[in-house]
């Protein structure tokens, strides 16, 4: 399968037969009690990881998946495929828990969504707050590396398999690990907002909010910034900000930020 290509090109990234397995076996004895069997709504497509493996998942453990087929995804179509197939799970990404969030009843109203369950994956409880770490994992479920590229793996990847995400991951006392990029889509006034490194020639790199307003908003930088300032410390305030119809996302709905930080690259002047 194929990276999703938000930092940079598309890598082929090997995931083995191993690596499906583990997944799956790790999974059953998670779920081989409950019953009945889940009905899964899958909304993430295939040629993604998350949806691929949601799909293999289900079917391993006798669910039924359903597929909302091809075209464009409709949140309306969603919530009818719910109440037709009194689906338990659903699988979907960021762009859609916030759609749903910002549109509330408008969305739900209408239709008998009370098959739907709660399942909750993991919880990392245990896990020492108020520390700042490179985030890493290592199990038999993570791939193989990418293929036919070895400087690629080899950067994100030592000898004993621990995979290097590049994210330096933070909890704070609230168990919050992105309280920056959290706090710039707050206001009511914002329907979308990615807060990315900028470079600077100063600090290196400085905060950077692309915001999307809502029609008709007339809510301005000045005001942003000194919303985001009274939540967050010092150094994480937003320094530059720039509103743009919307944010660039690929297939899945992953923000691409690598095209916002080619934004952000550019002469103050031209944004």
């Not at 790790?26 to 993430?44: F, N, W």
Request: contains cysteine; charged residues 20%; glycine residues 8%.
């Amino acid at each position: 399968m194929y990276s999703s290509g938000t930092t940079g090109l598309f890598k082929g990234v090997e995931l083995t037969h191993r690596n499906w397995i583990s997944v799956l076996a790790g999974l059953y004895a998670i779920h081989e009690a409950a019953t009945p069997p889940a009905v899964a709504l899958c909304t993430v497509p295939y040629f993604h990881v998350y949806g691929f493996g949601h799909c293999m998942r289900v079917i391993a453990l006798g669910g039924t998946a359903v597929t909302m087929g091809t075209g464009r995804f409709d949140l309306k179509r969603m919530m009818r495929g719910i109440e037709q197939y009194r689906v338990t799970q659903v699988a979907w990404s960021p762009p859609i828990a916030v759609a749903i969030v910002r549109d509330g009843s408008s969305v739900t109203d209408g239709y008998d969504l009370r098959s739907l369950e709660v399942v909750q994956r993991w919880c990392a409880a245990e896990e020492e707050c108020n520390i700042q770490v490179e985030e890493t994992v290592a199990q038999r479920a993570t791939g193989a590396g990418y293929l036919g590229d070895k400087e690629a793996t080899s950067a994100v990847m030592d000898s004993e398999g621990w995979l290097k995400t590049g994210d330096l991951c933070y909890i704070d006392n609230e168990g919050c690990p992105s309280r920056t990029g959290a706090s710039a889509a707050i206001p009511s006034d914002i329907v979308d907002a990615v807060v990315i490194p900028c470079p600077d020639e100063d600090a290196g790199q400085v905060p950077m909010a692309f915001v999307v307003k809502s029609v008709g908003s007339d809510i301005n930088e000045s005001q942003i910034k000194a919303f985001i300032a009274e939540q967050v410390a010092p150094y994480k305030r937003i320094r530059r900000l720039m509103f743009i119809d919307t944010i660039p996302k690929n297939t899945p709905g992953k923000v691409l930020r690598k095209e916002l930080i080619k934004l952000a690259s550019q002469p103050m002047s031209k944004l």
